[in-house]
């Protein structure tokens, strides 16, 4: 009799996409005659095409997989060394922190690689991820086992959440009895906000004097243009110690269909073990992707190079200025509707609190019935979330108009019946 992972029977039920999908269809078939006019601002995925380096790159390298000369086989596991050379100078050495190539692993994704980690540490570590939360970080401790049984009204038991609120500007307080792995994403999807170095410095203080290990999710730092915040944990002195970053190619280059990412797992970042031994997780980390994954392709490979080149960088930065853009549009919009907004400058995100008295449920039901807009319930990431709503910057110019257009004909509309 073979048995079953039930860890997973303990994921909650409702997650959030298939929830907002489930409504919108509801409502499409109950409302026929504006079904067309549907705006999606609810999911973070990219729509704009890929830059012209990136796709011509991958041409040229299609073309070499047709030639017996040019043709290439399995890659090495973590990544081709010309591409990790690319993305050290690229997004480490160039910014003064000290990467090494060989610390660089390319893998298809942040969403993978986030997963893929707890393969290498160990059970029974104390987890602390932030309230609101990118839900990845923690489902897959619920499904490693690292957490109790799911709780009404959200969340797990065992997890320590860390509030992120207007108080703390999002940046949340340490924890008041001790973690092992700590979750930060930064800029945060959901909240927008970025940590800043004051604050990073405090993770670090905090990782190194406990043991933990800060798990950092940096996969929209292509958004960063205040000139005074961090890119990057290592961008901390000591933060190699205890640190291990993630990052992602799908908001940058437009890659989230291409797929390519990376850990930066430094060579002087140790585990301990039941002993007291002290293990280096590099070498575990090479292990396992050697054990566990044949790399990436090569056209990808040649592609995430090309978004290094000059003209590479040119475009994405065109390509993160446009969706901030968006951003802008988006957030001056809420707030002459009277609300709040967070985020939307150094990330994509708007997050905005609901008009008063509504819950963020309603708040999404009231703007897909009189708008037709959907957005991302807050209460969604968790409890913190509820009274918020996120609304993506990823859409077309023509949609982020009319979504503008549309919420001030709701204020219009609103505030002739309230006189
Ligand atoms: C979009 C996103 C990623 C990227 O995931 P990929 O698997 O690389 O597409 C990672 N972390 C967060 C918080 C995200 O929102």
């Not at 090479?286 to 590479?312: D, E, F, H, I, K």
């Amino acid at each position: 009799m073979f048995r079953v992972n039930e860890h997973f029977l303990k994921l909650s039920a409702g997650y959030l996409f298939p929830e907002i999908a489930r409504r919108v269809a509801l409502f499409a078939a109950e409302n026929p005659s504006v079904a067309s006019r549907i705006i999606r601002c609810g999911i973070g995925d990219v729509t704009e095409p890929l830059p012209s380096a990136a796709a011509d790159a991958m041409r040229k390298a299609i073309d070499d997989l047709t030639t017996r000369e040019r043709f290439r086989g399995y890659p090495p596991p973590s990544g081709y060394d010309f591409v990790r050379a690319a993305v050290a100078e690229g997004d480490f050495r160039s910014r003064g922190c000290s990467v090494a190539d060989d610390e660089i692993f390319l893998s298809d994704g942040s969403k993978p690689d986030a997963s893929a980690i707890l393969e290498i540490l160990g059970s029974g570590n104390r987890i602390a991820i932030t309230d609101p939360v990118y839900p990845v970080y923690a489902d897959t401790n619920v499904m490693a086992g690292n957490s109790g049984v799911a709780l009404e009204g959200g969340g797990y038991e065992g997890f320590t959440y860390l509030a992120c609120t207007p108080a703390n500007g999002f940046s949340p307080a340490l924890p008041t009895s001790p973690v092992d792995v700590i979750y930060l994403c930064s800029p945060n999807n959901p909240t927008g906000a970025v940590l800043d170095r004051t604050a990073l410095t405090r993770w670090v203080a905090y990782a190194r004097e406990h043991k933990s290990v800060i798990l950092f999710d940096a996969a929209y730092e292509a958004f960063i243009r205040d000139p005074d915040l961090p890119h990057s944990i290592y961008e901390i002195e000591g933060a190699r110690s205890c640190a291990i970053e993630f990052r992602s190619f799908s908001k940058v280059g437009g890659f989230t269909g291409v797929r390519c990412g990376y850990t930066v797992m430094p060579k002087d970042l140790y585990a301990t073990t039941s002993t007291g031994a002290r293990i280096g997780l590099h070498a575990l980390w090479m292990r396992r992707w050697a054990t566990c994954s044949n790399g990436v392709s090569w056209p990808v490979q040649c592609a995430t190079a090309a978004l290094y080149s000059p003209a590479g960088r040119a475009q994405t930065r065109a390509l993160t200025d446009f969706y901030l853009d968006n951003a802008a549009l988006l957030a001056d919009a809420c707030e002459s509707m009277g609300l709040t907004t967070y985020g939307a400058k150094n990330s994509p995100y708007v997050w905005m609190t609901c008009p008063t008295g509504l819950g963020s449920w309603d708040a999404f039901d009231l703007l897909l019935r009189e708008a037709q807009v959907v957005t991302t319930p807050g209460a969604g990431f968790g409890r913190c979330g509820e009274g918020f709503i996120r609304i993506s910057a990823f859409n077309s110019r023509a949609n982020v108009e009319e979504v503008v257009k549309r919420l001030s004909v709701l204020t219009a509309r609103h505030s002739s019946r309230a006189s």
